[in-house]
T-cell receptor, first 113, second 115 residues
């Protein structure tokens, strides 16, 4: 039962262009969403989050959009840089279900110079 | 250090042996999580400790897996009678509490290889 799904295992983007990473979820009780970035041989690091009471959160080059009716969120990176190349994980939690964080399968982003 | 510390960083064991993986969370963090990432897979939730509450063990794949957290700090994940499918990177993370107040901080993981 995959509650958080990232259907694109990989994405390749040209430097300077926009990267759009997508995530879908099935549990309507999720009320907090996060994106993590992972380099090889390192633990994931937090990137950006959004509460279900919002539909957009922006932090520098990174913006997360939440569409609750579609149970869909996306991460936009603009402009993309080669250093952004990593695996990006979408995650979600429900405070009334203990708050544990459920992750998607990840999308490997490759930004080419 | 100030981050989440995991040991060992690498462990190679023979099928059928027991292994213990240790996690030292960030001081003051009340929540502690164990995840695993198998080759080519996402992060699979295993178990979650929050303060003095009973742990959420819903992600443990079998009764060969167990975890404890002593004194609300260090945690040990134990895998008994290891199988080849247990091979994965086991990641520990901690947070201040409910995620609405902050994100998870991950360790670098313990890579387990079962021969």
């Amino acid at each position: 039962d995959q509650q958080v799904k990232q259907n694109s295992p990989s994405l390749s983007v040209q430097e300077g262009r926009i990267s759009i990473l997508n995530c879908d979820y099935t549990n309507s009780m999720f009320d907090y969403f996060l994106w993590y970035k992972k380099y090889p041989a390192e633990g994931p690091t937090f990137l950006i989050s959004i509460s279900s009471i919002k539909d957009k959160n922006e932090d520098g080059r990174f913006t997360v959009f939440l569409n609750k009716s579609a149970k869909h969120l996306s991460l936009h990176i603009v402009p993309s840089q080669p250093g952004d190349s990593a695996v990006y994980f979408c995650a979600a939690s429900a405070n009334n279900q203990g708050g544990k964080l459920i992750f998607g399968q990840g999308t490997e982003l490759s930004v080419k110079p | 250090g100030a981050g989440v510390s995991q040991s060992p960083s690498n462990k190679v064991t023979e099928k059928g042996k027991d292994v213990e993986l240790r996690c030292d969370p960030i001081s003051g963090h009340t929540a502690l999580y164990w995840y695993r990432q198998s080759l080519g897979q996402g992060l699979e939730f295993l178990i979650y400790f929050q303060g003095n509450s009973a742990p959420d063990k819903s992600g443990l794949p079998s009764d060969r897996f167990s975890a404890e957290r002593t004194g609300g700090s260090v945690s040990t994940l134990t895998i008994q009678r290891t199988q080849q499918e247990d091979s994965a990177v086991y990641l520990c993370a901690s947070s201040l509490g409910l995620l609405s107040t902050g994100e998870l901080f991950f360790g670098e993981g313990s890579r387990l290889t079962v021969l």
